[in-house]
């Protein structure tokens, strides 16, 4: 087989390798890339050209800065703020993320604004009582439409206004893309509404399950077991928080004495309170919290309250079992120890992607090391807050969007849309050009997909005697649509694994917004950009 063939069947299997959900997701896009070189497809530099691409590098560095956000507390007072403003209902929570999204992606990248908005959403979500899951496809799909607001908001914009600048007609402006833009981020909101509840599943990631609870929920229910007469300020503050912990089973701490008011050996935390962990004679019941002194074995709850770091290091000693991780309530505290300069190296790098100063991608590098120089995170913080399924999966599916155009396998889909298309209608050439766009950007970036029907749009605009205007903005909006799976888009990744998300959950949802969008391409862009 020749290398287009050979790329088809890559493109294949992978799929069904997706769809399956049999394969970790990293071992199918390693297995892309390694295919493409072994069947001669690509080089082995090539092949592997992904995990140098600057828009992975961008996307890990969004990670750390959104864990930078999110250990600061910054993430859980704009939960905060939301809860508020918006309740605890599904439908406004909706209807707020949605358009967050949406303005955020229309001056910054995508990637950056679902990276910015995910750990509020996740969040927003534990607060309210939702799973994540019914709230971040919503998020990444109305960040997708967003991107149609602006000129800045994807490079896909950019590509087409260049285009037909190119081709005898004009650039579009800056703002003109919102005249569909609009309508579709109001139309995408609204069928999340309506829809969103029922198409998205209820599942529960594995992060979900610790996710820390509400520091005044927690503060309450700490009082109730404990009978601490403490309000929430002194139980959790930006320095110092309360920790429960079990004894350990062996632990050397069996057999000691202790009570309220005495301090832990070693990192001296103060002991709040304690409990009895099982039944012990007929003046102690189970659970219930002892007043004096209390001599410890396994199973047996302790109070402690202290410094973050010294609760941190407490809970990794093998002595207690901590009931929840102290970073976990950290995070949970609004606006800790670091959340200015956080916000500081967000505000600088918002800049320097809204003005295009600097490529997206060292803006990224700027603030991600500026997070460390700063102490806001340590090193091994910004190794464990990469998701690096997410990146292993971008990187090895890039070469396959180089292959499809660099083998000439676009070029045979395109030649057998032209037949197609012959010197039909305009709305008719329009309507096949989006619906193989949209096909194509389900499986390679949308970028891509219309840097190779682009040309095609515009020798079809020629041989009509239309205008490219309607044509290019059609795939403009045609290229956003990428719904249906996983893989279509980075922000459709980045949300997979907080979500708890399978390969075949976004086309439920992901269908009827993508019909929508065929419809706006097809019979309202002509409208506002007349052939």
């Not at 490079?155 to 087409?160: A, T």
């Not at 002194?293 to 396994?298: D, V, W």
């Not at 399924?389 to 969007?401: D, F, K, N, R």
Request: charged share 10%; proline share 6%.
């Amino acid at each position: 087989m020749d290398s287009a063939a050979w790329t088809f069947v890559i493109l294949v299997a992978a799929v069904v390798a997706f769809v399956s959900s049999r394969v970790p997701l990293a071992i199918v896009a390693l297995g892309v890339a390694v295919s493409l070189w072994a069947t001669g497809v690509l080089t082995l530099p090539e092949a592997l050209s992904g995990f140098g691409d600057p828009t992975v590098i961008f996307i890990a560095t969004l990670f750390i800065v959104s864990e930078a956000l999110d250990s600061t507390g910054v993430t859980a007072w704009l939960g905060h703020q939301v809860i508020r403003r918006a309740g605890s209902g599904r439908g406004r929570l909706v209807v707020i993320v949605a358009l967050l999204a949406a303005a955020l992606s229309a001056f910054i990248s995508i990637n950056g604004a679902v990276a910015a908005l995910l750990p509020v959403v996740v969040v927003v979500a534990v607060r309210a009582g939702i799973v994540p899951s019914k709230l971040l496809i919503p998020l990444a799909f109305a960040a997708s439409a967003g991107s149609l607001l602006t000129l800045a908001g994807t490079p896909v914009n950019i590509v087409v206004s260049e285009a037909a600048e190119a081709a005898g007609g004009r650039a579009f402006g800056f703002f003109e893309f919102a005249l569909v833009g609009a309508p579709l981020v109001i139309a995408t909101t609204l069928i999340v509404l309506a829809w969103g509840d029922r198409l998205l599943p209820e599942r529960v990631a594995e992060h979900f399950a610790d996710a820390a609870p509400d520091p005044r929920s927690h503060a309450r229910t700490l009082r109730d077991a404990y009978d601490v007469d403490l309000d929430t300020g002194s139980l959790f503050s930006v320095t110092e928080g309360v920790l429960e912990v079990l004894i350990a089973p062996r632990s050397p701490l069996i057999g000691r004495t202790v009570c309220a008011g005495m301090t832990t050996r070693g990192e001296d935390l103060v002991i709040l309170a304690v409990r009895r962990g099982e039944e012990d004679g007929p003046n102690t019941s189970r659970g219930a919290a002892v007043a004096g002194s209390l001599t410890l074995r396994a199973g047996d709850a302790v109070l402690v309250q202290g410094p973050w770091d010294a609760l941190d290091r407490y809970a990794a000693s093998p002595d207690v079992i901590a009931v929840t991780a102290p970073r976990s309530l950290q995070r949970a505290v609004p606006l800790g120890r670091g959340a200015r300069r956080s916000l500081v190296v967000l505000a600088v790098m918002v800049v320097l992607l809204a003005t295009g100063l600097v490529p997206p991608v060292v803006a990224g590098l700027l603030a991600a090391g500026a997070l460390v120089l700063s102490g806001v995170l340590t090193i091994p913080q910004t190794y464990r807050a990469v998701s690096w399924t997410t990146v292993i999966l971008i990187a090895g599916m890039v070469p396959l969007s180089s292959a499809f155009i660099s083998t000439g396998a676009a070029s045979s889909v395109a030649d057998v849309v032209l037949g197609v298309i012959g010197d039909s209608s305009p709305h008719v050439a329009l309507l096949v050009l989006c619906v193989l766009t949209m096909i194509l950007g389900q499986f390679i970036s949308n970028v891509a997909t219309v840097l190779v029907v682009a040309p095609i749009a515009v020798a079809v605009a020629d041989g009509l005697d239309a205008s490219v205007l309607p044509f290019l903005m059609a795939l403009t909006v045609a290229g956003a649509a990428a719904f249906l799976t996983p893989i279509a888009t980075p922000v459709n990744l980045m949300v997979m694994q907080p979500g708890g998300y399978r390969f075949g959950d976004y086309w439920r949802l992901g269908l009827p917004l993508m019909v929508v969008f065929l419809l706006a391409s097809v019979l309202y862009v002509p409208l506002i950009w007349p052939f």
